[in-house]
């Protein structure tokens, strides 16, 4: 199984990025798929979740009406589109494949809003 992120950088405040999350060895259409973050000290926090079928989305109350997770099964991909981005929303961002017991994680992309 292979999680790849990608479509970080960095970008100024009020900016946005679209991250991707291709994903390979695994039927991802049956997997609940989420973004997670961790900025430098802090402890690794959910972002995002969408259900196998894309059709129910959850968020952190931080991220609310800023963010937008979403999928393509016909891709194997999961997509997390970052709006009026703020400089608490630097981190690495890791998507995360779940199945019951099984759980996927991807290397993690890069997000740095600044100046």
């Known amino acids: 199984v292979q999680l790849v992120e990608s479509g970080g950088g960095l970008v100024q405040p009020g900016g946005s990025l679209r991250l991707s999350c291709a994903a390979s060895?695994?039927?991802?259409?049956?997997?609940?798929m989420t973004w997670y973050r961790q900025a430098p000290g802090k402890e690794r926090e959910l972002v995002a979740i969408?259900?196998?079928?894309?059709?129910?989305?959850n968020y952190v109350d931080s991220v609310k009406g800023r963010f937008t997770i979403s999928r393509d099964n016909a891709k194997n991909t999961v997509y997390l589109q970052m709006n009026s981005l703020e400089p608490e929303d630097t981190a690495v961002y890791y998507c995360?494949?779940?199945?019951?017991?099984?759980?996927?994680w991807g290397q993690g992309t890069q997000v740095t809003v600044s100046l």
């Open positions: 995360k494949a779940i199945l019951g017991r099984k759980n996927y």
């Open positions: 060895g695994l039927t991802f259409s049956s997997y609940v």
């Open positions: 969408i259900d196998s079928a894309g059709g129910s989305t």
